[in-house]
């Protein structure tokens, strides 16, 4: 069975979840539309991420996919944690609120409880993918039982091979040009691999479907992975300027702005690309501190950029993009998706 026949779609694009970003209307247009939409609810709790699925059910009939974060949960190291936090009180302080006392895991993992399982197994949605690790091994057999497909981002090929004998059904090779989080297991490690290598690598060495993600922006370079054994391609930053995502006006601004892009861990904790500003002309200096686990060190950074806002200093937001982001089109959703697949036609 194809890959299109698998997910009862038409087109071989995938929007990328993305929390944060990710609606239920952005969600519904690209699945009304043949792709296949997706919800990013690695950063919800259980009822709103309730809410969000079934919010798209009533917008569309078409399958989409949900997304949930799967790290393993760190302990937090408490000195890393007070240097890391000290660092940053003057800049607080410039900006007239005190620097938090301690950092909270503000994101729950899939895997910490049964809690998302169950809201998947009670809305089904086609699809559920996961990035940063493997479900328990109940968990992927509970979504096996219930006919959902399962995904994983890999960004090697040791995360593939782990994907495919956890049996999971659908690698997405995520490659260094990806914005926001690196899909790393390890986070002591990190590949590195362009997305084109990453999806060869793939082909050759490991028998599920593979969707390339990573620095895709127009149909040429879906196109291109597609020819290099993708079954699909999935687009993150391409769709963030849509009107019905959440990005707001200063994420808008900066990504219009032929922008570049790096990769950092010092706003979450794990590494992550996207647009340049302070956290990596400032922070990511070559003597940075030790960065406190994932994702209590996001704790941090949200509340930093608020209150830097409030003082009209636009750069401590987390402006994930890809390295191709200067790419990047004024489309609605559906103008977009028929864009790609005009310029995906074999020529
Ligand atoms: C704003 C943004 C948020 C993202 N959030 C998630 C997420 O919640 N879960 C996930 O699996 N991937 C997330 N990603 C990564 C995407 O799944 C995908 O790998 C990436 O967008 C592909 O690269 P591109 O942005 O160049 O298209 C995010 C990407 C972006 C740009």
Redesign the pocket.
């Known amino acids: 069975m194809s890959l299109l026949e698998k997910f009862g779609i038409k087109h071989p694009i995938f929007l990328?979840?993305?929390?944060?970003?990710s609606t239920p209307q952005l969600a519904a247009e690209v699945s009304n539309q043949g792709g296949l939409g997706s919800l990013?609810l690695?950063a919800s709790a259980v009822e709103a991420a309730r809410t969000e699925i079934l919010n798209t059910q009533q917008l569309t009939d078409h399958p989409f996919q949900v997304?949930f974060f799967c790290h393993e949960t760190d302990t937090l190291d408490d000195t890393i944690a007070q240097a890391w936090i000290a660092q940053f009180k003057d800049k607080f302080a410039e900006f007239g609120v005190a620097a938090p006392q301690s950092l909270t895991k503000i994101y729950p993992s899939f895997k910490d409880n049964d809690d998302f399982l169950n809201l998947v197994l009670e809305t089904r949605p086609k699809a559920v993918?996961f990035?940063f690790g493997i479900p328990h091994p109940h968990q992927i057999q509970a979504l096996k039982d219930a006919g959902i497909i399962t995904m994983i981002?890999a960004t090697n090929l040791a995360e593939a091979k782990a994907i495919e004998a956890a049996g999971i059904d659908v690698v997405i090779a995520?490659g260094i040009?990806?914005?926001?989080?690196r899909?790393i297991f390890n986070t002591q490690f990190d590949a590195a691999v362009k997305t084109s290598n990453l999806v060869k690598l793939l082909k050759q060495h490991v028998q599920l479907p593979i969707v390339a993600?990573?620095?895709?922006m127009d149909g040429q370079q879906a196109r291109r992975m597609l020819n290099f054994g993708a079954e699909a391609v999935?687009?993150?930053?391409?769709f963030?300027q849509c009107k019905t995502s959440n990005a707001n006006p200063a994420y808008r601004k900066a990504l219009l702005s032929k922008p570049l892009t790096q990769v950092t861990a010092s706003i979450s904790g794990r590494p992550a690309r996207g647009i340049i500003n302070h956290w990596h002309t400032n922070i990511d200096t070559p003597d940075r501190l030790q960065v406190p686990a994932y994702p209590y060190t996001y704790d941090l950074a949200k509340q930093l950029n608020a209150a830097a806002l409030k003082h009209g200093d636009e750069g401590y937001g987390a402006f994930?993009?890809?390295s191709?982001v200067a790419k990047i089109r004024e489309l609605e959703a559906p103008d977009l998706i028929n864009q790609l697949v005009l310029e995906m036609m074999p020529r």
Do not use: D, K, R, Y
Request: charged letters at 5%; proline letters at 3%; hydrophobic letters at 35%.
């Open positions: 990328a979840p993305m929390a944060g970003v990013g690695g997304n993918s990035h981002s995520q040009e990806a914005g926001g989080h899909g993600a990573g620095g895709i999935q687009l993150g930053t391409a963030v994930w993009a890809g191709n």
